[in-house]
């Protein structure tokens, strides 16, 4: 039990090392092993680790995005693929990040207003016909859900 809360107290000191940090995650990022989920837990492990240090992470953050975009350009892929995917522990991290930042906001400001347009979408979406197999509506948001001829219903 000891030996365990000791070697948590010195990992905890190695990931407050910028240096280590990025090359802890560079090392795991190159193993063949380390799987999306892992990489999706080792984001989250890492910014539960330093969520009471956001200006630390932010900097670690900055880091490890600007390594990302120039590995990007190296690879001349298209720039608008670079944060789509979610591919390294990077992207995962700054989403993590971003929910971090914005929980206050979205619970003290903007989720009733959020929650009262969802509503208001959904009650329209409804007032018209939905496939019941395959989901698709007459009055939908999405242009692959939408039943474009016209249907004579009745209301259940």
């Known amino acids: 039990q000891q030996s365990v809360e000791k070697a ?7 990931i407050n ?8 995650i560079r090392t795991l990022e190159l193993q063949r092993s380390f799987s999306m989920r892992d990489r999706g837990n080792v984001a989250s492990l890492i ?8 200006e630390y992470a932010t900097d670690v953050l900055k880091q490890l995005l600007s390594d990302l975009i120039e590995k990007n350009l190296e690879n001349k ?15 995962k991290m700054l ?4 929910a971090f930042l914005l ?10 207003p959020l929650f009262m347009l969802y509503c208001a ?20 948001l999405s242009e692959d859900k939408l039943i474009r001829q016209q249907i004579e219903y009745k209301t259940l």
């Open 8 to 14: 948590l107290k010195l990992f905890a000191q190695l």
């Open 17 to 24: 090392n910028k240096v280590f940090l990025r090359t802890f």
């Open 47 to 54: 910014m539960t680790g330093l969520q009471g240090k956001l």
């Open 77 to 91: 892929n298209h720039p608008k693929l670079l944060l789509r995917r979610t591919e390294s522990v990077a992207e």
């Open 95 to 98: 989403t993590n990040w971003f």
């Open 103 to 112: 929980h206050k906001f979205l619970k003290e400001c903007a989720g009733e």
């Open 121 to 140: 979408i959904k009650q329209q979406m409804e007032k018209g016909p939905i496939d019941a197999i395959t989901g698709e509506a007459r009055y939908s």
